[in-house]
């Protein structure tokens, strides 16, 4: 069986909390791709050849152009989950959006929390086509 790191772009709004999730979360086993801005994303997407597991944003970036980008994302990676933190007085509502997650949040809950969404995303995935799970790249031992 094969094992691969998940792989997440990572695009928060202020500099030293995207670097302190960047070591945090390459620590807890992911692949971070580091970006100073959402509108980058789509190129990083379109440049790397392996698929992207998780995109995580802060609220500002994904308000942004009412959605706009979220949603080309989503329809370039339809399997990318897209993870926002947002202040609890935030109001947002996304179609595209899998999960929405408050602040405060220390930077291992966050990583845990996102580990446990992608266990459960590919516990379904298997539920759904058990003939193919030993072909299939796992992600967690």
């Known amino acids: 069986m094969k094992y691969a790191a998940p792989r997440l772009i990572l695009s928060i709004g202020f500099a030293d909390a995207n670097n302190l999730l960047a070591g945090v979360l390459y620590l807890k ?9 959402t509108f980058d994303c789509l190129s990083l997407i379109n440049q790397i050849q392996e698929k992207t597991d998780v995109l995580l944003i802060d609220e500002q970036s994904a308000a942004e152009n009412d959605f706009c ?13 897209i993870v926002v933190i947002a202040d609890e007085n935030v109001k947002l509502s996304g179609k595209d959006i899998d999960e929405f997650i408050l602040r405060p949040i220390s930077p291992e809950n966050l990583a845990d929390k996102i580990l446990h969404m992608l266990a ?10 058990p003939e193919q799970q030993s072909n299939q790249i796992k992600y967690f031992a």
Do not use: H
């Open 69 to 81: 980008l979220v949603s080309e994302i989503k329809k370039l990676t339809p399997d990318t989950m």
């Open 29 to 37: 086993g992911f692949k971070v791709f580091k970006l100073s801005s």
């Open 120 to 129: 459960k995303k590919e516990l379904k995935r298997l539920r759904k086509a």
